[in-house]
């Protein structure tokens, strides 16, 4: 494959890495920590520990900082943050395919707010199309919980926020950008976990288990959706991250839903 060609097919590899990566590490975090630490606590655990790990990779302080940058990366890890915190909120009580399809309303509406030519809007329309064949209407036997849907509708808002100043921080190093985001993530979301969850957070076991999903479900597929918006139209990353697969906790590994 030549370099130019594989620069082109980058940022489509680079968004399959991310949901691929965030689909197991989410379906992980549920099984093993919400049981101990609940939903508040598996989001400090989660972008707490990212952060962590990001800012010793990349130790973003070699690089200064103008003052609209530094803006725009606060404002980025504050959307990241809150998105996390309401998505894992929602998934208590929704099925987790729901949760998701309700998400994806977030970066869909960036697509078609950002979306000039009529080719944008059909790719919009095959998404919509794709995540309504997604949503168990009428499958699900018992009436959805009100909360859990509003958790997940802020968390599609915080989601679309996040690819707009996401995007307004790309022109700096990727490494950069996400390890101080998820610093302003973290301090948007480890108290709530240390109101809730206390000196659970602390657990050996916990923490051994939150290293991992960090890693696997913020610190790498964040760094990827970094690159590909380097590189991508806000409308073309909004519509290519629909293409998340929808997964359901199985223990001990998650697995594809049915239906």
Same mark, same amino acid.
């Given at each position: 494959?030549?370099?130019?060609?594989?620069?082109?097919?980058?940022?489509?590899?680079?968004?399959?890495?991310?949901?691929?990566?965030?689909?197991?590490?989410?379906?992980?975090?549920?099984?093993?920590?919400?049981?101990?630490?609940?939903?508040?606590?598996?989001?400090?655990?989660?972008?707490?520990?990212?952060?962590?790990?990001?800012?010793?990779?990349?130790?973003?302080?070699?690089?200064?900082?103008?003052?609209?940058?530094?803006?725009?990366?606060?404002?980025?890890?504050?959307?990241?943050?809150?998105?996390?915190?309401?998505?894992?909120?929602?998934?208590?009580?929704?099925?987790?395919?729901?949760?998701?399809?309700?998400?994806?309303?977030?970066?869909?509406?960036?697509?078609?707010?950002?979306?000039?030519? &009529?080719?944008?809007? #059909?790719? !919009?329309?095959? @998404?919509?199309? =794709?995540?309504? *064949? %997604?949503? +168990?209407?009428? /499958?699900?036997?018992?009436?959805?919980?009100?909360?859990?849907?509003?958790?997940?509708?802020?968390?599609?808002?915080?989601?679309?926020?996040?690819?707009?100043?996401?995007?307004?921080?790309?022109?700096?190093?990727?490494?950069?950008?996400?390890?101080?985001?998820?610093?302003?993530? &973290?301090?948007?979301? #480890?108290? !709530?976990?240390? @109101?809730?969850? =206390?000196?659970? *957070? %602390?657990? +050996?076991?916990? /923490?051994?288990?939150?290293?991992?999903?960090?890693?696997?479900?913020?610190?790498?597929?964040?760094?990827?959706?970094?690159?590909?918006?380097?590189?991508?139209?806000?409308?073309?990353?909004?519509?290519?991250?629909?293409?998340?697969?929808?997964?359901?906790?199985?223990?001990?590994?998650?697995?594809?839903?049915?239906?």
């Amino acid at each position: 494959m030549t370099a130019p060609r594989l620069q082109r097919l980058f940022p489509l590899l680079a968004v399959l890495g991310s949901v691929t990566a965030l689909g197991i590490g989410t379906s992980w975090a549920k099984n093993a920590l919400f049981p101990v630490v609940g939903a508040q606590g598996t989001t400090a655990v989660r972008v707490g520990l990212s952060a962590l790990l990001m800012l010793l990779l990349w130790r973003p302080w070699r690089w200064r900082l103008s003052r609209a940058d530094t803006q725009a990366v606060a404002l980025y890890g504050a959307a990241l943050g809150a998105m996390n915190l309401l998505f894992y909120l929602s998934i208590q009580t929704l099925p987790f395919g729901l949760a998701v399809a309700i998400e994806f309303a977030g970066p869909l509406a960036v697509a078609i707010w950002s979306s000039r030519r &009529a080719v944008d809007f #059909v790719w !919009v329309a095959l @998404a919509v199309v =794709g995540l309504g *064949l %997604l949503l +168990p209407v009428g /499958l699900t036997g018992s009436p959805l919980d009100p909360v859990g849907v509003l958790y997940s509708v802020g968390a599609a808002v915080f989601w679309a926020l996040y690819i707009v100043f996401g995007k307004r921080a790309g022109h700096l190093h990727a490494g950069q950008s996400v390890s101080l985001g998820l610093l302003v993530a &973290a301090l948007v979301v #480890v108290p !709530v976990g240390v @109101a809730h969850a =206390g000196a659970a *957070l %602390l657990s +050996p076991s916990v /923490l051994l288990v939150g290293v991992a999903v960090a890693a696997i479900s913020s610190a790498l597929p964040i760094s990827l959706e970094m690159m590909a918006l380097k590189r991508l139209p806000k409308e073309a990353f909004g519509i290519m991250i629909s293409m998340e697969p929808r997964w359901r906790p199985c223990s001990p590994w998650p697995c594809w839903a049915s239906g």
